[in-house]
């Protein structure tokens, strides 16, 4: 079977957490198991590179899904999963003059074009 390999959009953070949480919980299952995933965020997703920002998440329904904070950790941590930045939202946002979490970096639109030539993408 080809090795399949995935891009997981987040376009959410502060305005759904539960959809961010879901997406992040999903996507270290499919690490677990050597799938390759990584991340492209958009809109209010982008402020998720903000270090410290999925720490301020915290409304989120009780039990369903772990906290966005502690899977962040482990998709970075455990899994090496990258997490790159819409150019716009990166100004928009102004990321710029922010901390930013370990593996992330900045790339136009068309980078996530490129990206998914060669995976199947996922948007949240």
């Excluded at 198991?33 to 720490?55: I, N, Q, S």
């Excluded at 930013?100 to 993408?121: K, T, V």
Aim: charged fraction near 25%.
């Amino acid at each position: 079977m080809p090795e399949k390999k995935f891009v997981f959009i987040i376009m959410s953070s502060y305005d759904n957490p539960d959809r961010v949480a879901g997406a992040f919980q999903l996507a270290a299952g499919m690490r677990a198991m050597d799938t390759e995933v990584d991340f492209f965020l958009m809109d209010k997703g982008a402020l998720l590179a903000k270090k410290g920002f999925a720490e301020s998440l915290s409304w989120q329904a009780k039990g369903q899904f772990s906290p966005v904070a502690d899977l962040m950790k482990t998709l970075i941590d455990d899994f090496g999963a990258k997490f790159y930045i819409c150019a716009s939202c990166f100004k928009h946002h102004e990321l710029d003059k922010a901390e930013l979490i370990a593996n992330s970096e900045s790339r136009p639109g068309s980078f996530l074009g490129e990206m998914l030539l060669e995976r199947q993408g996922l948007t949240f």
